[in-house]
């Protein structure tokens, strides 16, 4: 194979502005340690700017005489764009997927190693600039599969990440199953479940593409797992309300993210009626002592 168009050590920063759908490149702007050019990375940016970049490889194709896989935890920050290499002890397996949470973690689920590819689908790493080692339960009657080359994206309840796809080996690309998997991480242990969606359901994919827009996850590209071994050119929407494969976005529906539960609506309820007892309760206090007043007021002037 030849590979003396690749350079494995070139990690020159592109830039692609939305608005004007221009691709510049920063140059010498940026500074700090640049990281080696590697590709699947586990990459997830902040609510302060600043990219995350985990694991990645590179292989013959890319200029190396061996295949290596990085377990280098690196940030990007695009206000400074500065660099940094995070050396952190009991980092997760190499290449693992990343989903950013609320409370500012992230996750990283599955993955690879140098000797195991396919990792193991059940650990789950957190960091907030410190590791962290979660197990994650499933049901009894089902069998979470290892998985690379799989997606996660939060849904819009804040707390259930949606994993699709995935291969066992990234190499034979044997379908992880099942496919499509959810993953509470409201409190711990997070709990795993599989519900089977309903609706024209997509081939098994790897390697593939998943962006959330509203209550729709979008799932485009990727390789085809299993004996077929062909790539996609389609683009699948799944809506997360439901959990039903559809062919194109419906009208704005209520949705079961952000409904009041009865416990909820309990609550809300003895609130509004605590609060106007308790107005109730100063109103007739401030009454009574008025009228003290005033009767007092009264009798000394007829006294």
Request: aromatic letters at 10%; hydrophobic letters at 35%.
């Amino acid at each position: 194979m030849a590979t003396s168009d690749y350079n494995a050590t070139n990690s020159i920063l592109w830039i692609y502005t939305i608005y004007t759908q221009q691709w510049n490149t920063s140059g010498s702007g940026t500074h700090g340690t640049l990281l080696p050019k590697h590709r699947s990375t586990g990459t997830i940016i902040d609510s302060k700017n600043i990219i995350y970049i985990f694991g990645g490889k590179v292989e013959l194709d890319m200029g190396s005489s061996v295949l290596t896989i990085f377990d280098d935890l690196f940030t990007f920050d695009i206000n400074l764009l500065e660099w940094k290499n995070l050396s952190l002890p009991n980092h997760p397996s190499k290449q693992s997927h990343a989903t950013l949470i609320p409370d500012g973690k992230i996750i990283y689920i599955g993955g690879v190693t140098q000797s195991n590819p396919g990792g193991n689908g059940t650990r789950l790493l957190m960091t907030d600039l410190t590791w962290s080692l979660k197990t994650a339960k499933s049901p009894d009657s089902v069998n979470i599969d290892p998985r690379v080359g799989h997606s996660a994206v939060l849904a819009p309840d804040n707390h259930t990440i949606v994993i699709f796809g995935g291969t066992q080996d990234g190499f034979a690309q044997i379908t992880a199953y099942p496919v499509f998997v959810l993953l509470n991480v409201k409190s711990e242990p997070f709990q795993y479940s599989a519900p089977t969606p309903s609706g024209p359901i997509p081939p098994p994919l790897a390697f593939h593409t998943a962006t959330l827009y509203q209550s729709y996850m979008i799932v485009a590209f990727g390789n085809i797992t299993g004996p077929s071994n062909n790539t996609s050119a389609y683009v699948y929407l799944i809506n997360l309300s439901n959990y039903t494969w559809v062919t194109q976005f419906g009208e704005p529906t209520p949705t079961d993210f952000g409904k009041t539960t009865p416990t909820e609506l309990v609550i809300i309820i003895c609130s509004i009626v605590a609060g106007l007892l308790i107005i109730g309760a100063i109103s007739l206090s401030r009454y009574v002592k008025i009228m003290r007043i005033s009767g007092d007021y009264v009798s000394s002037n007829f006294k």
